[in-house]
């Protein structure tokens, strides 16, 4: 399968403003569960106000929230695949900058230092693309996740000593939902990474708080950890907006990785309860939009 790259740059344009418009039903229904168990009336006041907004905004085909994010498209590549794989980059940055530029959103890229707004939601090395493989036949996929800054301020690394075992891990995330607080703008998905380098396991938190509500960790130690602490997580108090209330989080979702003898890194990343993405498959029977 033959990559068409102006196919791909429409798609990574149509992912961005599709990202910012429509809530993936997973995150719906999340919301919709959490508001039917919350105990607190000002909690469930509070869902019930995120759950109209969230109307709002698709009904009038707006942006579900202002923060337009930092632009992050994972790619997957399957067998039988032609591409050249700068040129498939290229084309998703052409794609990325002719969304804001074309539809008028906030473009919320700056240079680290000077400050300096391109006004394109690119800048030096983003958007970040990171590119996987698949198995799969004639397969190409690209999802794209646009980060709020409330949610990716939140971010943790500990390289935790491995004598510590389990326990380290399970109070360092409580620590880092305990020190987000509001901030995040919470019900969160709470992002965790276990093991590899420092900079896998950040990677890997990242994964985590960007996975599908309802999926599980495909490690049967990290679904145990993940069972472990989401129930603890909520029982912390800190609710929706950090309100007060039942709920905190969705979910803690976890991602593991061996990691070296005399280590244990374990790193955290948040997700906001906007938890925004898009995803475009492309086979030799076409393309398809979803999430």
Known sequence: MKVDLQQIEE??????????????????EGLD???????????KRMLGTMIQNIKVAEDQANL???????????????????AHGFDLKEAIRRGCARSTREYSFRSSIVHPTTRVNEQTSTG????IVHFEFS??????????IPKGSGSENNSWLKMAIPAEGVDAIKTFVIDCVLEAGGKTCPPTIVGVGVGGTADLCVHLAKLAATRPLGSHCEDPEGAKLEAALTPAVNMLGVGPQGLGGDSTAFAVHVETAATHITMNPVAVNMQCHSARRARATFTSGGLEYGY
């Open 33 to 43: 569960r959490l508001a039917a168990g919350e105990s607190d009336a000002g909690a």
């Open 11 to 28: 798609a990574a344009k149509e992912l961005y403003i599709r990202a910012l418009k429509l809530l993936p039903p997973d995150v719906k």
């Open 64 to 82: 579900l929230c202002q923060d337009t994010g930092i632009p992050i498209y994972n790619v997957r590549i399957g067998r039988g695949v032609e």
């Open 124 to 127: 030096r090395r983003v958007p």
């Open 135 to 144: 198995d799969r036949e004639n397969f190409l996929e690209i999802e794209m």
